[in-house]
């Protein structure tokens, strides 16, 4: 029991080693939710290419510079993405590691992000639209003002569910040598030579906010459909 109580203290409270989960805690946030931002807004401008173009034919450009977008961003592993913006695109400028972190992530979610908006919006019944015709609405109004808020409701679950995924992907931030939670574990693993203590606190912390947001992702489930009734 004392050798358990002593590898605690070497791995959190001498050197206050414990910081080291702490700052990286709050870089994996950081990149997470300004990472979720863009995937957003990035998601739903290209959802609205896709199935402008898939309703009327139009955007053919864009749609098919979308068309690639998705293709490669869904078809490569994110830790390659990230390797890459930061070893090539930025290889030769100094730039901040959570920013780029923060632009690899937020580019991957958003091609994921898009595909969720578009597959709401392709469920949204055709009537909807003939019924903004008739209100006089154009294609712009009818999306904006009918079709988008049924969609989003639609599809909030799995919008959330795209946060929680996004969350643990950014676990690899650490091929950038960016200090994350992860990364913190594993300065802590190489100070003290003891991998039990780190690891097992690092998948703990990453189970204990993904039950905390699977719990919020279901409270919002069960208010839309309440809503619904």
Same mark, same amino acid.
């Given at each position: 029991? @004392? %050798?358990?109580?002593? %590898? !605690?203290? #070497?791995?959190?409270?001498?050197?206050?080693?414990?910081?080291?989960?702490? $700052?990286?805690?709050?870089?994996?946030?950081?990149?997470?939710?300004?990472?979720?931002?863009?995937?957003?807004?990035?998601?739903?401008?290209? *959802?609205?290419?896709?199935?402008?173009?898939?309703?009327?034919?139009?955007?053919?450009?864009?749609?098919?510079?979308?068309?690639?977008?998705?293709?490669?961003?869904?078809?490569?592993?994110?830790?390659?993405?990230? =390797?890459?913006?930061?070893?090539?695109?930025?290889?030769?400028?100094?730039?901040?590691?959570?920013? +780029?972190?923060?632009?690899?992530? &937020? =580019?991957? @979610? &958003? *091609?994921?992000?898009?595909?969720?908006? #578009? %597959?709401?919006?392709?469920?949204?019944?055709?009537?909807?639209?003939?019924?903004? #015709?008739?209100?006089?609405?154009?294609?712009?109004?009818? =999306?904006?003002?009918?079709?988008?808020?049924?969609?989003?409701?639609?599809?909030?679950?799995?919008?959330?569910?795209? !946060?929680?995924?996004?969350?643990?992907?950014?676990?690899?931030?650490?091929?950038?040598?960016?200090?994350?939670?992860?990364? &913190? &574990?594993?300065?802590?693993?190489? $100070?003290?030579?003891?991998?039990? !203590?780190?690891?097992?606190? +690092?998948?703990?912390?990453?189970? +204990?906010?993904?039950?905390?947001?699977?719990?919020?992702? %279901?409270? !919002?489930?069960?208010?839309?459909?309440? @809503?619904?009734?």
């Amino acid at each position: 029991m @004392s %050798s358990i109580a002593d %590898s !605690f203290y #070497r791995n959190f409270i001498e050197e206050d080693r414990w910081k080291y989960l702490w $700052r990286g805690l709050g870089v994996t946030l950081t990149v997470t939710i300004f990472a979720v931002l863009i995937g957003v807004v990035l998601g739903f401008l290209i *959802a609205i290419v896709r199935s402008t173009h898939d309703k009327t034919g139009r955007l053919r450009f864009l749609n098919f510079l979308c068309n690639i977008y998705i293709t490669v961003i869904r078809g490569t592993p994110v830790v390659i993405q990230l =390797m890459i913006i930061y070893f090539v695109v930025f290889g030769s400028v100094s730039i901040n590691k959570v920013l +780029v972190a923060i632009i690899a992530f &937020g =580019m991957n @979610s &958003g *091609a994921y992000v898009a595909e969720i908006v #578009r %597959s709401g919006i392709m469920a949204v019944d055709n009537g909807q639209f003939e019924a903004g #015709r008739s209100l006089g609405f154009n294609y712009s109004q009818t =999306m904006k003002l009918i079709i988008l808020p049924q969609a989003i409701k639609n599809i909030l679950p799995a919008l959330a569910n795209e !946060f929680i995924v996004l969350l643990k992907e950014t676990s690899v931030a650490g091929y950038i040598a960016l200090e994350d939670l992860t990364k &913190g &574990g594993d300065i802590i693993r190489s $100070r003290t030579f003891d991998a039990f !203590f780190p690891l097992i606190a +690092v998948a703990l912390i990453y189970l +204990v906010l993904v039950m905390l947001l699977t719990k919020l992702v %279901s409270y !919002f489930e069960r208010r839309l459909r309440n @809503s619904d009734h």
